[in-house]
Each structure stands twice: as structure tokens, then as C-alpha cells.
């Protein structure tokens, strides 16, 4: 199990997770890497580790360019396990290197690890650590998405180690996103942001304003997740995207998301799905019966319009529905027009607790819409009448 070299002098020592299904509850149809990066230079630093069951995979690779006992500083961009899990053994094996980080990395790598004898630099924005011809420059990027999480940069080599910014949950034969297929690495980048950073939109884009105001020139973007963006038009595709996704701009499209029991709320989501259609508007209809939550958040990433679905269950929303009512409440998208809609026996009502999380998140909505067992055709068409609103 060998190194890559990425740069004369530069590897990724990363490991492969061909078979991940699922991270923390989002899907991934496309496994994961963890990626790690040594430098040698006169001091060597590695950056980053890996999850613990794969930590042979990273030792093996930092193995096969130079021994553990001659590395001097591990870079630790961010404790989460899939990161750091392999930390306490990689200090192990180089007990004499310092273990780069900032504050808040120390915090929380001494709340997860017994830290007792590691040697800690605490690095903060701006920092620059020397290894003798590269001088590597820290941007700390708190809360995107960890407190702890930072970028390391190499100005001589124009590279970026981002860990997870800029990350797709994506396994494959090549580590470059230039021999990969560009398409399915693109919407892997997307629906990464969409899952895990959507939140810190607002950290995003300060993150982004750091790079610019420190001047950072970026040739090559070395991820902490799936593969490396390297080529003008790569860099370029997926800084464009994360200012745009950060901003929480939209394309215009549509996303019709429910579940339905006896096919009422079914029948509501398809009158509502030819409405935008019939306005020449890009919709898509997903039904969280066959859909994972984790692709529909995808789709809502650059989506205008946003309307959901749901059966009444014992009084409550339909279980799928609640799932994912929850989930999207937690990523926060912005900037949506939306409503709820909802089909129920005997007692109405259950629509507003949609209804209200859409208001909980500030988007601009129009009165929700409700029916008794299976709609009617004048049901229908009152609905489309509702729907057509939302282009007021
Ligand atoms: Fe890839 Fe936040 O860990």
C-alpha cells in the first residue's frame, strides 16, 4: 500500500472507505476517503489522519515514503473521529513530533484522547510554520462545521489542505478530480455541502473572505474527503460553488418532497409538481418512501421553491416525514419560498407543524393546504389555484 506523490516531495498518505453506506446519517452511495498528506521538506509534517479502522492504510502509506520517527509535526485540522480516530495511535509512532493545532483542536482532541505527554504548537489564523522551504500558512475556520476546524496552506506550492471544506464523499481509483468522472464528483461536492455544512453558510463565506484578504493563491485544493481539485477549471468550479451555495443563492427550480399512505398526499404532491411544470419551472417530485433525505436536501441546496408533504398519522406527521422535517430544520437552508401540504382522516391540523419549521426558518410562505381522505377533482383544482400563489 503505497503513497502518492502529489508534489515533488508532497504525498497523500489517505485511506479508502470503498464500502461507507452511510455518515452520520447521510447517504453515501460513493464510499468516502480520509485523506492525510506528508511534507517532506528538512522538518516533515503530516497532516491529518484517519478514521481508526483504517489506520493501517494511513500508516502503511506514510511507511512506504519514510519512517514514523522522523516526522516532526503532525497537523491536526480537525477532531472529528473520521480525521483524528487514528491520532493516538500516529502519536505512538512518532511520540517526538509536535502536534500542530489551535485552541480549540487541543480542546477537543484532550476531550476525546488521553493527551497526557503530547507536545501541542497552538496555531491561530495567520500563523506560519517554517519546514524549511515551504512555510505553511493556518486559516482557522471555526464552526465550518467544527469548532476546532481549520485549513493548512503551502504558499510555495500553491496547495490548500482544507479537510473537510470543499469535500465529496466519493471512493475511487484516482485521487484527482480531473481523472475522475467530473459530473458525479460535482454533485458529491454538492450534496456535501448540502448534508454536512449547509448550516455555515455565514462561516463559509468568511472563510472565503479569509483566503481572498490573505491573498491566498490556490493551484490545488487537497481535501480531506474524496478527491483533490487540481486545474484551473476545477478550482475554480468548486470555489464558485461554495460562494454561491454560502449565500444561499437559488436557481429557480422546485423540489415537491412528501410521503403518503393511501396515496392522497400522493395525489396532492403530483397536482402541485404540474403547476411548476406547467410555469416552465424545473421541479422535481420525491417521495421519501424511495428517496433518502440526504438526496433530497441535494436537491433543495439550490432550489427557490420548497413545498412538503405529509400524511396524518395518529395525530402527528408521518413518520418519514418527521425524519426528515428534523433534519432539514438542523441544516437551516435559506432564502426558500415554500408551503406544507396534507392529507388527514378525521382531524386537520397536522400541515401547521410543517408550516411552522418553514416559518422557524424565515422563508417566504403562503397559507398551507389540507384535505379530508382522498381529493376530489374541485379539490384539485383549488389546489392548483393555492399553488400558483406562490409566484406572487
Ligand atoms: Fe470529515 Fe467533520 O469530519
Known amino acids: 500500500m503505497e503513497a502518492v506523490k502529489i508534489r515533488e516531495s508532497i504525498y497523500w498518505t489517505g485511506v479508502k472507505d470503498w464500502n ?10 460513493n464510499g468516502s476517503t480520509y485523506n492525510s498528506y506528508l511534507i517532506l521538506d528538512e522538518k516533515i509534517a503530516l497532516i491529518d489522519g484517519a478514521k481508526h479502522y483504517l489506520s493501517h492504510q494511513n500508516i502503511a502509506r506514510v511507511k512506504s515514503v519514510i519512517d514514523f520517527s ?12 473520521d480525521h483524528s480516530g487514528n491520532i493516538p495511535e500516529l502519536v505512538k509512532l512518532a511520540p517526538q513530533a509536535t502536534i500542530v493545532t489551535n485552541s480549540a483542536g487541543k480542546m477537543a482532541l484532550e476531550a476525546h484522547f488521553d493527551t497526557e505527554g503530547w507536545n501541542f504548537q497552538i496555531i491561530k489564523t495567520g500563523d506560519v510554520l517554517s519546514l524549511g522551504k515551504r512555510n505553511l500558512t493556518f486559516v482557522t475556520t471555526p464552526l465550518l462545521h467544527w469548532p476546532d ?6 504558499p510555495e506550492e500553491k496547495i490548500l489542505f482544507s479537510n473537510d471544506g470543499f469535500g465529496q464523499h466519493y471512493c475511487a481509483n484516482t485521487i484527482w478530480v480531473k481523472e ?25 463565506q468568511k472563510a472565503l473572505n479569509t483566503a481572498s484578504e490573505l491573498n491566498l493563491d490556490i493551484e490545488m485544493i487537497a481535501t480531506g474527503h474524496g478527491c483533490i481539485w487540481e ?29 403518503t399512505m393511501w396515496g392522497a ?7 402541485i409538481t404540474s403547476v411548476f411544470e406547467d410555469a416552465g419551472i424545473r421541479v422535481v417530485k420525491r417521495s421519501l418512501s424511495n428517496k433518502h433525505i440526504a438526496e433530497v436536501m441535494t436537491d433543495i441546496l439550490e432550489a427557490k421553491y420548497v413545498v412538503i408533504g405529509t400524511p396524518t398519522l395518529n395525530n402527528e406527521l408521518f413518520p418519514r416525514v418527521a425524519a426528515f422535517v428534523t433534519y432539514l ?7 426558500k419560498k415554500g408551503f406544507a401540504f396534507a392529507s388527514y382522516g378525521w382531524k386537520p391540523g397536522v400541515v401547521n407543524k410543517i408550516q411552522a419549521v418553514m416559518e422557524e426558518l424565515k422563508w417566504d410562505t403562503i397559507a398551507p393546504f389540507e384535505e379530508k381522505y382522498t381529493p376530489k377533482s374541485d379539490v384539485l383544482e383549488k389546489l392548483k389555484e393555492h399553488t400558483k400563489t406562490i409566484f406572487d
Request: proline share 4%; net charge negative.
Open 231 to 259: 486545474g484551473k477549471e476545477e478550482v475554480s468550479w468548486i470555489l464558485n460553488s461554495y460562494a454561491k451555495w454560502a449565500s444561499a443563492q437559488n436557481d429557480g427550480s422546485a423540489v415537491v418532497v412528501y410521503d
Open 329 to 335: 430544520k438542523g441544516l437551516a437552508p435559506k432564502n
Open 180 to 204: 475522475a468522472p467530473f459530473d458525479i464528483v460535482c454533485n458529491e461536492a454538492k450534496s456535501y455541502y448540502a448534508n454536512i455544512l449547509y448550516p455555515y453558510g455565514m462561516q463559509a
Open 20 to 29: 461507507l453506506e452511510e455518515f452520520h446519517g447521510y447517504k453515501t452511495p
Open 265 to 271: 398526499t400522493a395525489k396532492l404532491a403530483e397536482t
Open 149 to 154: 476546524s481549520m485549513m493548512t496552506y503551502c
Open 70 to 81: 522522523k516526522i516532526d509535526y503532525i497537523i491536526v485540522n480537525h477532531v472529528e473521529m
